[in-house]
């Protein structure tokens, strides 16, 4: 055999094993691409499941102490009648749900958990610092939060403000 077939065959060999390492490269980066988004479906459905948690232990905790209940519907409807030991309780409950929220907005800026949670949230929202005492302790609480929050929530809240309700 002589050095020009010899050549050849080693030509012939070596772009043989580049093109098996491009398609290992390519099973490779389709394997990676794939766990990168399971990964984050992963770190999306966790993150919304410890915020259902906040939920879900805020709600038993009105169900389950009638002192917070009877706190919460007082509060609604005059909010001046509560002590001070009331008010205290009544502004943590509160403060307690403006942080779930605020932190489901924050999970939403980051691009972590889809924006149609936070809209369908950010009602409920609006609707409680509008809302009897809560009114109160937002306007106390409002600077713990990050500005584009607190912009969100007092837009939507003007905004409702400045709109004509019709009762039918």
Do not use: C
Request: charged fraction near 25%; avoid cysteine; glycine fraction near 4%.
């Amino acid at each position: 055999m002589n050095w020009d077939a010899m050549a050849a065959i080693g030509e012939i060999l070596g772009a043989s094993a580049v093109l098996v390492t491009l398609v290992y490269l390519s099973v490779q980066v389709s394997q990676n691409t794939k766990q990168l988004s399971e990964s984050a479906k992963a770190l999306r459905r966790n993150e919304l499941n410890v915020l259902m948690q906040n939920w879900s232990d805020l709600r038993r905790l009105e169900i389950s102490d009638p002192l917070l209940a009877e706190i919460l519907v007082r509060a609604e409807k005059d909010f001046k009648s509560l002590n001070e030991i009331e008010v205290a309780r009544y502004s943590a409950h509160v403060g307690e749900r403006l942080w779930i929220n605020y932190h489901l907005w924050e999970r939403v800026q980051e691009g972590i958990i889809p924006s149609d949670h936070w809209e369908r949230s950010r009602a409920i929202v609006t609707s409680l610092v509008q809302s009897g005492g809560a009114e109160t302790v937002w306007a106390r609480m409002r600077s713990y939060f990050d500005p584009g929050f607190v912009s969100e929530i007092e837009s939507d809240t003007r905004s409702e403000q400045r709109e004509p309700h019709n009762s039918a």
